[in-house]
């Protein structure tokens, strides 16, 4: 079965720094571009970053550019979104999201099928 667990999430301050990770099993992770969203309460679910399933653009959201980076490792088969810089309008669920691509360079115009649980990253000021 697809599984998808986030982790590294917490509480940190203003122009603070996060690395979540997204680790995926029962799927070839090299075929599937991998997404992060948030959702803040009361608010509508977003797309921060992708990454294609074939090495190459990736797609950020304007609010984070330059603040955030994903990458990914295919031998763990783990995503991660280092955060920088955060911000307390950052402040949400992070969730790790998953989609067969299969020699896809692109991730940014696709539905996603597979979820993770979220992990929770919290900004103060």
């Not at 992770?29 to 997404?35: E, P």
Request: aromatic fraction near 14%; hydrophobic fraction near 35%; glycine fraction near 10%.
């Amino acid at each position: 079965e697809v599984q998808l667990v986030e982790s590294g999430g917490g509480l940190v301050q203003a122009g603070g720094s996060l690395r979540l990770s997204c680790a995926a099993s029962g799927f070839t992770f090299v075929d599937y571009a991998i997404g992060w969203f948030r959702q803040a309460p009361g608010k509508e679910r977003e797309r921060v970053s992708c990454i294609s399933a074939a090495d190459g653009s990736n797609y950020y959201t304007e609010s984070i550019k330059g603040r955030f980076t994903i990458s990914k490792d295919n031998a763990k088969s783990t995503v991660y979104l280092r955060m920088n810089s955060l911000k307390p309008e950052d402040t949400a669920v992070y969730y790790c999201a998953a989609v067969f691509r299969a020699g896809s360079y692109f991730c940014d115009m696709y539905e996603y099928d597979y979820w993770g649980q979220g992990t929770q990253v919290t900004v103060s000021s």
